[in-house]
């Protein structure tokens, strides 16, 4: 699918799901995808929002990106070490723990600008990442002592996970920010982003979908 097919499909699962027209912004996740590809079939339809996985990756295709307007998403692990390539960030969409936010922070005094932040809650999985439930009031009191903002949830579906338990886990997700007073829900990539609309995501990642 092209992004205006996605962004078509958006349009239409939003008026399916009773929610208002541009509720959900599409990030084109490009990590992996040359930039050659990124112009040709996200930024020639005038979209602006990349996410990015790898922190090494996302600096080097910022650097060489300089001419476009890019809004740069991290929506991957954050390793300490990494953190520091992460000044082109708009938006971190996958704080597991205290100290990556204390450590954005710190290093957003150097930079003039400071990225907002999602909480990634744990989807229940074995050895996966995210924030236990239980833990994320509160992370997110400690976090918000950072000074930076947190704006919402993210969460990944289990691979194995089938219609209604991604259903399941989006609304659940859905439910806990909205009880932290939270605006922002991103969830649902290129398989499964239907279930997110349905369910509340304000902000979709898809990527294979976009480049095939
Ligand atoms: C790769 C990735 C995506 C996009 O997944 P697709 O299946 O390519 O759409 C979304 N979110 C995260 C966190 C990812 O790592």
């Known amino acids: 699918m092209s992004v205006p097919e996605v962004l078509a499909h958006l349009r239409a699962l939003e008026t399916e799901t009773g929610r208002p027209s541009g509720s959900v912004r599409l ?3 490009t990590k992996g995808q040359p930039i050659e590809a990124i112009r040709e079939r996200v930024l020639a339809y005038g979209e602006h929002a990349l996410g990015e996985g790898r922190a090494q990756e996302l600096r080097d295709k910022a650097a060489l990106m300089t001419d476009a307007d890019i809004e740069w998403h991290s929506i991957g692990t954050l390793q ?28 957003a005094e150097g ?60 609304e659940d997700t859905a439910r806990r920010a909205h009880d932290l007073g939270l605006p922002e829900l991103s969830m ?5 982003y239907p279930l997110a609309v349905r369910a509340g995501a304000t902000l979709v990642r898809v990527g294979r979908r976009l480049f095939l």
């Open 27 to 29: 990030v084109a996740v």
């Open 80 to 107: 300490r070490n990494k953190i520091k390539y992460l000044k082109p960030v708009t938006l971190v969409h996958g704080i597991e723990e205290v100290w990556q936010a204390e450590a954005i922070a710190q290093a």
């Open 111 to 170: 930079w003039g600008r400071a990225p907002d932040l999602l909480l990634q809650l744990h989807n229940g999985e074995e050895q996966k990442h995210g924030v236990r439930p239980e833990q994320l009031s509160a992370v997110y009191h400690q976090v918000m002592q950072t000074g930076l903002k947190v704006r919402g949830l993210m969460v990944m579906a289990p691979d194995d996970a089938d219609e209604e338990a991604t259903l399941r886990l989006f």
């Open 188 to 192: 649902g990539m290129s398989d499964d």
